[in-house]
C-alpha cells in the first residue's frame, strides 16, 4: 500500500519532533521532510511533493495563513492547519486549508496522547482523500451568496450536520438564509472552543442571527443554534409546545461529541414531518442513520452531491442508506430548502 507522503511545518523543535516521530507510527504515513518556516517548507514542497501537509498557524518569518494564501493558488495540496484557540483557523480554511486541529496542551498529557496517536493520523488520512477544487468552489459559493426568502411556513426546523470541508459549506449555505428562515440546529464537527468563534464569525456575515447553542435555547425563526464542541450532545426537545435544544454530557457517538446522529435521531422524534435535514461534506457516516430516522418520519431531506463535497462520506453514505430524498450541489441547497418550505 502506497504511504501518504506527509510535510511537517512547525517552527517548535520539541513539537515538530513528537508530530514526526507519532505520524512515523502509523503504517498508513511515512513524514518525508520537515520545514521550521514557510520559506524551508516552500523548496520542501518542490524537492518532495508531498501528499498533505501539516502547518502550524504560528510561524517565523511568515505566518502560516498568509504562507497558505500565497501557496495554494501555486501549489494547491491537502493541508491541515495546527492551531491555539484562535479564529484564524476560519481564515485557513476558506484559504484553502482542508481542516484544522486544536494544538495540545503539551503538559496535558492524555490530550497530547490522543492528538498524536488518533486525531492528527486519522485529519491527515481525510485530507489525502480531500477535493482540493471543491474547497475552492465552496469559497467562491460563500462570497458570490444571494438572498431567497419569502412566504416560507415558520413552524417548521432546519437541521444541518457536516464534518470536513464543513465550516465553508455550512456557511455557503445559510449565507442564502433569510431572517424569515424557520429556527436552524446545527451539528458541524469541531473542538471546544472554537464552535463559538464560528458563530460569532458567521453572525457577522449572515442576515440571520447566529449563536453557539446553551442548555434550554429556544429554536426561532431567523435564529441558527450551533452545537458547542466538546463532551455534549445536542437535543431538539419540545417543551410546552415551543421547540429548544437539550446540551447534555454524553459518551461519543460514531467517534464524535457533539453527534449529528443524536441531533438527527432528535428532530425525527420531536419534529418529524415538520422538519428538514440537511447533509453536508465530510467522512464517515455520522448523521447517515439519523437522516433516515428523519426521512422515515416525514421529514424531507437533502445530502449535498459528490460533485461539489470536499470530502463525500457522511451525504454518500445517508444516500446509500435511504436517508437522502434530494441531492443537491451546494450552491443550490439554500434555494431547495425554501421551495420545500413553501410545499
Request: include cysteine.
Amino acid at each position: 500500500m502506497k504511504k501518504i507522503r506527509v510535510l511537517v511545518v512547525e517552527d517548535s523543535l520539541v513539537f515538530r519532533q513528537l508530530l514526526v516521530t507519532n505520524l512515523n507510527k502509523d503504517p498508513a504515513i511515512e513524514v518525508v521532510a520537515v520545514a521550521g518556516d514557510p520559506f524551508e517548507a516552500r523548496d520542501l514542497i518542490i524537492e518532495h511533493k508531498p501528499d498533505v501537509m501539516t502547518l502550524d498557524i504560528e510561524l517565523p518569518r511568515m505566518s502560516g495563513l498568509e504562507f497558505l494564501r500565497k501557496l495554494m493558488p501555486q501549489y494547491p495540496m491537502p493541508v491541515i492547519v495546527i492551531s491555539s484557540l484562535s479564529d484564524k483557523v476560519f481564515d485557513a480554511l476558506h484559504a484553502g486549508a482542508v481542516d484544522f486541529v486544536a494544538k495540545p496542551q503539551v503538559q496535558d498529557r492524555k490530550q497530547l496522547e490522543y492528538f498524536l496517536t488518533n486525531e492528527l493520523p486519522l485529519k491527515v488520512k481525510i485530507a489525502s482523500t480531500a477535493s482540493l477544487a471543491n474547497i475552492k468552489k465552496a469559497a467562491a459559493t460563500m462570497q458570490n451568496a444571494s438572498g431567497t426568502s419569502g412566504g416560507v411556513s415558520s413552524d417548521k426546523i432546519i437541521a444541518i450536520g457536516a464534518s470536513t470541508g464543513g465550516t465553508e459549506a455550512i456557511a455557503a449555505v445559510i449565507k442564502d438564509f433569510g431572517t424569515d428562515i424557520p429556527g436552524v440546529v446545527i451539528v458541524q464537527h469541531m473542538p471546544p472552543g472554537f464552535t463559538d468563534m464560528y458563530a460569532k464569525r458567521l453572525n457577522e456575515r449572515c442576515r440571520v442571527t447566529v449563536r453557539e447553542a446553551k442548555n434550554g435555547d429556544r429554536v426561532e425563526t431567523g435564529t441558527v443554534l450551533i452545537a458547542p464542541g466538546g463532551d455534549a450532545h445536542m437535543r431538539l426537545i419540545k417543551v410546552g409546545g415551543q421547540y429548544q435544544v437539550e446540551i447534555k454530557r454524553g459518551e461519543k457517538v460514531n467517534g464524535h461529541c457533539p453527534s449529528v446522529d443524536v441531533l438527527f435521531d432528535s428532530v425525527a422524534k420531536n419534529a418529524g414531518s415538520d422538519a428538514i435535514g440537511i447533509i453536508l461534506t465530510g467522512m464517515g457516516g455520522d448523521g447517515a442513520k439519523g437522516l433516515k430516522a428523519m426521512r422515515d418520519a416525514g421529514a424531507d431531506t437533502i445530502g449535498q452531491d459528490e460533485s461539489t463535497c470536499v470530502v463525500y462520506g457522511m451525504p454518500k453514505v445517508a444516500y446509500e442508506l435511504g436517508g437522502v430524498k434530494y441531492q443537491e450541489k451546494l450552491d443550490n441547497i439554500a434555494r431547495k430548502t425554501y421551495a420545500l418550505l413553501k410545499k
